[in-house]
């Protein structure tokens, strides 16, 4: 199993739409979880982090996290075509000192 | 502007010559990692570092050497480099604690042929 995992993709929404990232963690002791965003040809953009279960939101990013379950979300609402990129989930360790990625969802907004 | 510097942005090279890729970064950030990203591989984590002298292996550290010796520099280090290194290289940098993300350089393409 691997330590983080993520839906390769991609996953087509249409502008305006809803989407919907998942992620899954194996380490129970993980203490914060991290969104980013990676264009093609481009370096990973931080974007959301979250350590609470519960909700946080931040302009039209939500992200979700569940201990309980060891499952991490992101929600995009109203989706643009500028949203097109891959989603790389992130997972700090229970130590504090690695950060595990997962191999990032790609997602397509069609105008 | 805060940035992750990393020199050069692409490298092709022959197994077996050294080369070193350099990272630097002007956030006085205590934490620095080096990580390679493979198709369907995603990032994996190759060395970090909390603090100047302090370094530490990720999950693929073989072939590769690093150093800290002041806090905004962290180089990474192919002693002899082979084929399978060949990847897109990123170096990061974040404030120590569990809140923090990274900030990342702008990637090395390395080719070992």
């Known amino acids: 199993q691997k330590e983080v995992e993520q839906n390769s993709g991609p996953l087509s929404v249409p502008e305006g739409a809803i989407a919907s990232l998942n992620c899954t963690y194996s380490?129970?002791?993980?203490?914060?979880f991290f969104w980013y965003r990676q264009y093609s040809g481009k370096s990973p953009e931080l974007i959301m982090s979250i350590y609470s279960n519960g909700d946080k939101e931040d302009g039209r990013f939500t992200a979700q996290l569940n201990k309980a379950s060891q499952y991490v979300s992101l929600l995009i609402r109203d989706s643009q075509p500028s949203d097109s990129a891959t989603y790389l989930c992130a997972v700090r360790n229970t130590g504090g000192f690695k950060t595990i990625f997962g191999a990032g969802t790609r997602l397509f907004v069609k105008a | 502007e805060a940035q992750v510097t990393q020199n050069p942005r692409y490298l092709i090279t022959v197994t077996g010559k050294k080369l070193t890729v350099t990272c630097s970064q002007n956030?006085?950030?205590?934490?620095m990692s080096w990580y390679r990203q493979d198709p369907g591989l995603g990032l994996r984590q190759i060395y970090y570092?909390?603090?100047?002298?302090?370094?530490d292996k990720g999950d693929v550290p073989e072939g590769y050497k690093v150093s800290r010796k002041e806090k905004r520099n962290f180089p990474l280090i192919l002693e002899s480099p082979s084929p399978n290194q060949t990847s897109l290289y990123f170096c990061a940098s974040g404030q120590q604690g569990i809140a923090y993300g990274y900030t990342f350089g702008s990637g090395t393409r390395l080719t070992v042929v």
């Open positions: 380490d129970r002791g993980s203490q914060s």
């Open positions: 570092s909390m603090n100047v002298e302090v370094t």
């Open positions: 956030m006085n950030h205590e934490y």
